[in-house]
């Protein structure tokens, strides 16, 4: 009897001891909206930067405000064509973006809250962009083709798709009362433009100096700040510990980036990628030099971007960052409330840049700027 007690002892032991199952306790909470759904469009940038923008707005004001994602878009696809025509269709023409087009976009054209805009016509309730890229190419590349005997202006042809998939440009509205022009409205969310900084960490371009980052979604050329890569972990957890939330471009590619089980890790063996969605696992030792292995053979790239509100620490002792990411709550592909927990390790080798208010980094980056 004596050793059929031990024996169940060691197997509970077995069931809650070696497997470790995850268990997470909230060190930094921000806060933020809603998790949405970007639906059936490549427009994470737009909903991830509008998040952060809120959290900002929060942060500075208290003020619960929720941005217009589709705004954005709609100001920014024109950019985007334009700049499609002017390099003579040799450039990417999609749906992609990244954090500072939003800034640009807000900077030019202000911003509304979503119950000014929402990008919904006719009783959609489902975001769906699947057509739109398309229609825009079509009179992109008819253009590029025939610029002197084009039947039209091509600039107003794009105006007309983007009115008919999205809606109206907004010029005013009504918000709690007052009456405000999209830059009327920025003024008085606080925002500026100019107080946010996008930084990465890449060995092909000296460190603590900017440059414009060479990936496909990049089409307006935005410049970031280099760091390295310890320095780039150090800026991100520094600035959620002052009260700062941040913007997040990474690769979510990996079969260790799981919505469904809410977590995204690197096991140090890939025999553990499986049972790493679940429990804890030793995690690869990310370098400098690896990093860069893998953005160079595309193992790597702009895939998603996202908004981190706070960290979270396992039973190990290990720290993850808590990722609020935009395909929804929880349903049969998303748990943890739409929310992703992201070790050190997957930050560390899968982002591609942070955006972060400039107050929040260091005095000396500060000044490098």
């Known amino acids: 009897m004596k050793k059929y007690s031990i024996f169940l002892l060691l197997l509970a032991f077995t069931a809650t001891g070696f497997t470790q199952a995850y268990k997470f306790e909230t060190k930094i909470d921000l806060g933020a909206l809603d998790v949405i759904n970007q639906g059936d469009t490549g427009t994470c940038w737009s909903f991830s930067t509008s998040s952060f923008l809120e959290s900002e707005i929060l942060r500075s004001t208290g003020k619960h405000i929720d941005l217009s994602e589709m705004y954005n878009v709609r100001q920014t696809y024109p950019v985007k064509s334009w700049n499609y025509v002017m390099r003579q269709g040799k450039a990417q023409f999609s749906e992609g973006g990244l954090a500072h087009d939003v800034i640009n976009s807000m900077d030019a054209h202000g911003l509304v809250p979503n119950e000014a805009y929402t990008g919904l016509l006719k009783r959609e309730t489902k975001h769906d962009h699947s057509e739109i890229v398309g229609e825009l190419k079509l009179i992109l590349d008819d253009y590029i083709k025939n610029p002197k005997t084009y039947n039209g202006d091509w600039k107003s042809d794009v105006s007309k798709v983007l009115d008919k998939s999205l809606g109206e440009n907004v010029k005013t509205f009504t918000y709690e009362g007052v009456s405000y022009t999209p830059q009327s409205f920025l003024a008085m969310t606080g925002l500026k433009a100019n107080n946010y900084v996008s930084i990465t960490s890449f060995t092909h371009h000296p460190y603590d100096s900017s440059f414009i980052l060479d990936i496909p979604d990049n089409f307006s050329n935005g410049s970031f700040y280099n760091v390295e890569l310890d320095d780039l972990v150090d800026i991100t957890n520094d600035a959620l510990k002052k009260g700062y939330t941040i913007e997040l471009d ?101 982002t591609i840049s942070i955006m972060v208010h400039k107050d929040a980094l260091p005095r000396s980056i500060q000044k490098n700027l």
């Open 250 to 350: 990474c690769d979510v590619s990996e079969k260790t980036f799981s919505s469904k089980y809410g977590i995204a890790v690197i096991p140090k063996d890939e025999k553990d990628n499986e049972s790493a969605l679940e429990k804890v696992e030793k995690e690869l030792k990310v370098t400098a030099d690896y990093r860069q292995q893998e953005f160079e053979n595309f193992d790597t790239t702009d895939d998603h971007l996202m908004h981190i509100i706070g960290m979270v620490e396992d039973q190990k002792g290990n720290s993850y960052y808590k990722v609020k990411n935009s395909w929804g709550g929880n349903s049969d592909r998303v748990s943890n409330d739409g929310y992703i927990y992201m070790s050190e390790a997957y930050f560390k080798l899968k």
